[in-house]
């Protein structure tokens, strides 16, 4: 039995190597882009970036157009703004100092009550 006969119809023969060729896996999209594989995945996971997971538990993969597309979409957003200017600040007066009263805690560490404390004289 020769190899195309073991295909379903609607499937052709590749050759080894002809369409996969354009195909990046996360590590090679980090490689290239000098980023880390964790930010390529965060790209995947959001829809920024546009990947395939051929297996269930199988790796992602990466066409190269869409490596492309993405990185012209990064690089052209707009630049970042420039930090707002603080508002004027108000002069501040400075406060009066108050007279510091005599101190309620006696020596034997009982607090003392004197009429005038709490109130403004």
Do not use: Y
Request: glycine residues 6%; proline residues 10%.
């Amino acid at each position: 039995m020769s190899r195309t006969e073991s295909l379903p119809r609607d499937r052709t023969p590749v050759e080894p190597g002809a369409a996969l060729t354009d195909l990046l896996t996360v590590e090679h999209v980090a490689e290239r882009c000098g980023i880390s594989t964790k930010t390529v995945m965060r790209a995947i996971r959001s829809g920024d970036l546009i990947a395939s997971q051929l297996a269930k538990r199988g790796g992602w993969v990466v066409e190269e157009a869409n490596l492309a597309d993405w990185i012209v979409r990064r690089r052209t957003r707009g630049a970042p703004q420039p930090a707002p200017t603080p508002a004027p600040t108000l002069a501040r007066r400075p406060v009066p100092q108050t007279p510091r009263r005599a101190s309620a805690i006696s020596t034997n560490g009982t607090l003392t009550v004197t009429p005038t404390m709490g109130r403004k004289a």
